[in-house]
């Protein structure tokens, strides 16, 4: 069965930081698949984070977080991490990992979603 599954997430005050873990099992997302992080804040839409091809070669951050966070891969241990630092209040969200064959930052062209892990970022 194919699973993505986020940790990492918490309750964390406005500066700290964080590092969320995407473990993914199953099927082999090979170096054609995508990997994404995505948040949604209460009464929001689901948003573009981060992504990141297994290589490396191709990262891509919504311009609200490009200087904050950094997503990385451990190829090993079929992991994407998503370092968050200097945290603010409006980073609180529930943060999802996906994976998309050649997804970029598009939503829809992703496939397969993790059940997401809650940040909140105390003031």
């Known amino acids: 069965q194919d699973q993505l599954a986020e940790s990492g997430g918490g309750l964390v005050q406005a500066g700290g930081s964080l590092r969320l873990s995407c473990a993914a099992s199953?099927?082999?997302?090979?170096?054609?698949?995508?990997m994404g992080w995505f948040r949604q804040a209460p009464g929001k839409e689901r948003e573009f984070v981060a992504a990141l091809t297994w290589s490396g070669r191709y990262t891509d951050y919504a311009d609200s977080v490009k200087d904050r966070f950094t997503i990385s891969v451990d190829n090993a241990k079929n992991t994407v991490y998503l370092q968050i630092n200097s945290l603010k209040p409006e980073d609180t969200a529930v943060y999802y990992c996906a994976a998309g064959l050649n997804a970029g930052s598009r939503l829809s062209n992703y496939r397969y979603w993790g059940q997401g892990t809650q940040v909140t970022v105390s003031s």
């Open positions: 199953g099927r082999t997302f090979n170096a054609f698949y995508t």
